[in-house]
């Protein structure tokens, strides 16, 4: 009977975006694949993929005392169905609720994805100085089981969970879940104006607002840049931008506000730039896509943007919250092709040779085996 492995997420459409990858590497080296989520557009997707899908009733945004207890009692319920020999949450809530489910299974391993730290961990408010308090105590107690694994996607984080008292031995560094560098290929630059995209959620962590000022900067000094916004706002996130203020900023000449973007191929075959002005990622997808597609960048000078955007090399880094920083970067890349075209290629190069699917795909299952009994690995 092949291994089965549980993917513990908050939302089908996070799943599809950026964990099948994970999951489809998981499937073709034997494990049977079971997925439990919110379930909203993502049903068909998911069971069309193989994968045995367990819709969840919890809310991501909530951090009622009652809601998550009551997500811990429908997790272990249907880890008590399923009994999956590994469970593998992704993000900061499934990794603390989904760890508290699987303790009723002691025998079961339990890897944990830290992607980001999330807004209570750079929040300075009295009230975020003591989620980070609780919840430090917490994943501390769960990451450090015998048969539990964190997986961390920069050098920032895992020193940040050793930090905590996580032991090193429970933490592994793999670069996210990989981009598919068959599909996101190199192309020519598009046509002129330059225009630099920002892909991602609309929140106030992402840096969208110093984008939208560093822009205005560079209009104001004359720079023909035109801004692409790509994506949602998110309701259940504290620090989401309203979408009124993001149809004001449209009106602005050069912004576009393009919402959700499905074909991001497509997008980067019309942009030039990537830019991200996010506090802090763990490993930012919007950038390795780019990368893939041979698109210079510009990000903050941040955990996670860092491991992506070398500085001269794939792209430009600039101060974190800084319009000016950002619209000088901006302006760099703006009037020089030659550079852009060698920071693109550079950027290409390292997303072929260390950020391929297949290579992160590879770094996951070996990390799986690795918990399995050894009367069991030979079978997976």
Not at 54 to 80: D, M, Q, T, Y
Not at 163 to 178: C, D, H, T, W
Not at 249 to 261: K, Y
Not at 281 to 305: I, N
Request: glycine share 8%.
């Amino acid at each position: 009977m092949p291994q089965r492995i549980a993917y513990i997420v908050t939302e089908d459409w996070y799943f599809l975006s950026h964990r099948l990858p994970m999951a489809r590497a998981a499937r073709a080296a034997g494990f049977d694949v079971h997925v439990l989520c919110r379930v909203d557009a993502g049903a068909e997707a998911i069971r069309s993929e193989g994968f045995t899908l367990h819709p969840l009733g919890w809310s991501r945004g909530s951090v009622s005392p009652a809601g998550n207890a009551r997500a811990v009692a429908e997790i272990a319920g249907v880890l008590g169905r399923i009994r999956p020999d590994i469970v593998h949450n992704i993000a900061m809530k499934p990794a603390l609720l989904g760890s508290l489910a699987a303790l009723r299974r002691p025998a079961t391993a339990v890897v944990s994805s830290i992607t980001g730290v999330g807004s209570a961990f750079l929040s300075g408010s009295l009230e975020g100085r003591i989620a980070r308090a609780a919840l430090g105590r917490s994943l501390t107690l769960l990451l450090n089981r015998a048969r539990a694994r964190a997986i961390v996607q920069n050098p920032d984080d895992a020193a940040m969970l050793e930090g905590l008292g996580v032991r090193p031995g429970n933490i592994a560094l793999i670069a996210g879940s990989g981009v598919d560098t068959e599909i996101l290929r190199p192309s020519p630059e598009p046509p002129l104006p330059v225009r630099a995209a920002f892909v991602g959620r609309m929140l106030e962590d992402k840096g969208v607002r110093t984008l939208i000022a560093a822009h205005r900067l560079l209009r104001q000094r004359g720079v023909p840049l035109e801004l692409v916004l790509a994506g949602e706002p998110d309701p259940e996130n504290p620090t989401s931008i309203a979408r009124d203020e993001l149809a004001r900023w449209a009106n602005e000449p050069g912004v576009t506000w393009a919402g959700h973007v499905t074909d991001i191929a497509a997008l980067w075959l019309s942009c030039h730039i990537a830019v991200l002005p996010s506090r802090r990622e763990g490993l930012p997808k919007s950038l390795l896509e780019a990368a893939a597609a041979g698109r210079p960048m510009v990000a903050s000078d941040v955990p996670g943007c860092r491991e992506i955007v070398r500085h001269d090399e794939t792209g430009l880094l600039a101060r974190v919250g800084n319009p000016e920083a950002f619209a000088a970067a901006l302006t760099r890349l703006a009037g020089d092709a030659a550079l852009r075209s060698r920071l693109g290629d550079a950027a290409r190069n390292l997303a072929v040779t260390r950020f391929s699917a297949r290579a992160v795909g590879e770094q996951t299952v070996a990390l799986y085996q690795s918990l399995l009994p050894r009367t069991e690995m030979g079978t997976v």
